[in-house]
């Protein structure tokens, strides 16, 4: 079948360029598709592990038109990042939870997944071929997208005979347009993102596109983006398209119970985990639209979002507005994340892994 392109070895490869840096606007770079170098290429046909890897050029890949992932949506993606330090060290954020994320993603779509370690060392390999795109310390990140896909045919309903694991990556700086600046939420209680028993607790291609309906309708109306309520009782907020999200009141952090509708984000579970180290309380439950409006603080959380403060969130016409600023919990925790990634703050748990 030709369902792949020509795996070439990177050692044939020859960069672009040696200078240190690509030509790139490092002060504008938003959060679009900058093509790099390389990307990272393997399949597995047959059985449960995943050829040896290559890097190839970064280019269009091609696929059966009958491929798993076109016709029936059998796909999952990942998003970690690599960052350059300021003594020029080049940092990954806890990739290894991200494998972990693929493989229970790969079991609920029934494909197979890369090891940990060959995960871990793909998404190295990845930043390290490209890395003259990684951005000057504080200007953004490497943002690297794994995705795993049923690229071989299929006709009636079943898993691909084949399945591809690709890397790409591009340099990227803040999610929203709005840069660093609060968001602006709006709760849709048309729309769901995700039901009891389906797949809204993994990374599935098929998470993402439902959710375009209510985000650009949201977008044209000026808001960010859109939270989400359960779709049993619409009552009880879910997540937003892009992010997780807390809120805080009396200064007890809250976070909806992650059950199989909400997404297990890298970024929300070492938020978490800062906060507790911080002292807070951390309730992971139910939390009903009330609670939201009633909160001092709201904020979102994600690998391609980081921690980004909510101004506001409009529901039913209503529209209220949180506490902001230097002195918010978000802000406190968000200084201790980057302080881990930066290195300015002793990363004792192991999360950083230098490339
Ligand atoms: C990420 O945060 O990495 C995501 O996958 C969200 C995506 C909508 C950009």
Redesign the pocket.
């Given at each position: 079948s030709r369902t792949a392109p020509s795996l070439q070895p990177v050692v044939e490869l020859s960069p672009d360029s040696d200078d240190e840096y690509a030509d790139v606007d490092w002060d504008n770079l938003g959060f679009s598709l900058r093509p790099t170098d390389y990307m990272y290429i393997t399949k597995c046909s047959g059985g449960d592990s995943f050829e040896e890897g290559h890097l190839s050029r970064y280019g269009n890949i091609e696929l059966s038109p009958s491929a798993g992932v076109l016709n029936y949506g059998q796909g999952l993606?990942e998003?970690t990042k690599a960052y350059r330090r300021e003594n020029g060290r080049l940092c990954l954020f806890r990739p290894d939870q991200n494998a972990i994320r693929m493989q229970a993603g790969a079991e609920r779509m029934c494909m197979p997944s890369p090891s940990i370690h060959q995960f871990v060392e793909a998404v190295k390999q990845t930043a390290f071929a490209n890395k003259r795109w990684i951005p000057p310390p504080g200007k953004g990140s490497l943002y690297i997208r794994p995705l795993l896909m049923g690229s071989g045919p299929v006709l009636g309903l079943g898993p691909a005979p084949e399945c591809t694991f690709l890397i790409y990556a591009s340099p990227v700086g803040n999610y929203f347009k709005e840069g660093l600046a609060p968001l602006n939420l709006f709760i849709d209680d048309e729309y769901h993102r995700a039901t009891r028993g389906g797949a809204g607790g993994v990374k599935t291609i098929t998470n993402?596109s439902p959710v375009l309906k209510a985000l650009t309708r949201a977008k044209s109306r000026g808001f960010s983006d859109v939270l989400y309520l359960d779709s049993v009782y619409k009552k009880n907020i879910e997540e937003v398209s892009?992010?997780n999200v807390f809120i805080v009141k009396d200064n007890v952090i809250s976070t909806p119970a992650t059950g199989g509708t909400i997404l297990e984000g890298v970024t929300r579970k070492s938020i978490v985990d800062i906060a507790l180290d911080h002292g807070y309380q951390v309730k992971e439950q139910c939390i009903p639209v009330e609670e939201v409006m009633e909160a001092d603080e709201v904020f979102c959380t994600?690998?391609?979002?980081g921690v980004a403060a909510v101004g506001s969130i409009t529901y039913q016409g209503k529209r209220v507005e949180y506490k902001m600023g230097d002195q918010c919990v978000s802000q406190e925790l968000f200084s201790t994340y980057m302080g881990i990634q930066k290195g300015d703050i002793e990363d004792k748990k192991g999360w950083i892994l230098e490339i």
């Open positions: 993606f998003g993402y892009s992010c994600g690998t391609a979002v």
